[in-house]
């Protein structure tokens, strides 16, 4: 192929080794539309050589103490600060997120990971009771499960990926992780930090590739009794499937259609930035981000009048800008479904207040073909249309009035999904109650995405299976087991 040399090629990292494969995929830079990288695109044979890897590690590894394996997670989260800007840029231009957002949000989060799972092994503790009357004391142990299959998204690569890296090693498990194929390049550069941190060859086993070929064949492998996974609702069916056969455990982290609810007492000068943020921010492409705000009829239109406002505001540039809000979204096809979207709303009716189709984007010459578009701000829109259903995962946000706190509970739980909600007043007993109604495992009130790692984050309805978080993911990734003594 025509200028193959000059392309980025990524190896899998199996065994301690980088090996190379047979075939590669070709990734694209989201800010140019340009090929720059190669992934390997593995499938069932590299999938038995890293099961044959994980298998041989993981007596060792799960026999050191918690104390040992926190020292790796901090030499390696140490590594991973010492590379901070490298990595950042690496995931800028794999990803199209903002080079701000790299850097103040995903790579210093993947370092938290590590820190976070290093200190928190150290504190688990098990049950024990007593039953005199027959003489027996019952007590629970824990144990890593085996090989854990680690399936990640591409919207917070090395964010994501390491969040389930860590608890998953630090509990004693060995993995295969398998990252986006759109997104692959950090977790490549992460493998090269490994060895230095002392982390056992098979411990961590990397293999890149598309999901119905290298996800499945590792979902399907009978010799890997645990599947974590971030993404689509759709693949978690299809991972549901192909796991039910060997009973494998699983968590799964999906979509939402998450709603801000903003009562008319709520402070709109914190209210309103950080609704744009929660609902622009790595350009829509978090799962908590917000796609339905619903605000009191009596603060409506002035909501609204400052919210597009503020949304004009919010800077698409290319990803090396600093000052960019906003950068390219993952891909073409993506561009097009989340365009669909404000098409399909157009054709119903609703108004589209500002961004796509409505105001004018300018890019440099050389980043034309690159997948950006504007924050867009759809109005008058129906509860039942699919722009308030669906999940779009891009930067739109619809905004409808409502009247009273028992109707916008009603519609704000009214979709499949139940991840994030954010809920806006002055009122502490009303977010109380509001809050506890809301069929949602997250509810932010006034605020978004203050994350404390030890509690439970995961979501209910369609949007998964599972928590993760310190106690979540350590029962997670171990089995328990109640051993009773008759005495
Ligand atoms: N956490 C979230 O909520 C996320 C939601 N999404 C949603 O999913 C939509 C589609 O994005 P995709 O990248 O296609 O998500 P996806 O669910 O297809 O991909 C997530 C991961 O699963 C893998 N995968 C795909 N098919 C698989 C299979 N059959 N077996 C095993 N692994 C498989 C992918 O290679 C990737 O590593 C987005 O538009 C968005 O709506 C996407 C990413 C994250
Ligand atoms: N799972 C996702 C975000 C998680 C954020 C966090 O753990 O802080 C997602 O966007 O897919």
Redesign the pocket.
Known sequence: MAGTKALLTLENFINGMFVPCNSYIDSYDPSTGDVYCRVPNSGKEEIDAAVEAARAAFPGWAARSPQERSQVLHRLADLLEQSLEELAQAESRDQGKTITLARTMDIPRSVQNFRFFASSILHHTSECTQMDHVGCLHYTVRAPVGIAGL??????PLY?LTWKVAPAIAAGNTVIA?????TSVTAWMMCKLLERAGVPPGVVNIVF????R???A??SHPEVPLIS????????E??TQ?SAPHCKKLSL????KNPAIIFEDANLEECIPTTVKSSFANQG???LCTSRIFVQKSIYSEFLEKFVEATRMWKVGIPSDPSASMGAL?SKA?LE??RSYIKKARMEGAQILCGEGVDTLSLPRRNQAGYFMLPTVITDIKDESCCMK?????PVTCVVPFDSEEEVIQRANSVKYG?AATVWSSNVGRIHRVAKKLQSGLVWTNCWLIRELNLPFGGMKS?GVGREGAKDSYEFFTEIKTITIKH
Request: charged share 20%; with cysteine.
């Open positions: 399936i990640s998204p591409w919207n917070l994501l398998k990252p986006s194929e759109l590739g598309t999901g119905p290298v996800g499945e590792l979902v996974f971030t993404g689509s609702q759709p693949t978690a299809r991972i192909l982290e999906l979509g939402g492409e978090i799962c993952i993506h479904k989340v669906e999940e779009i995962f891009g991840l949007s």
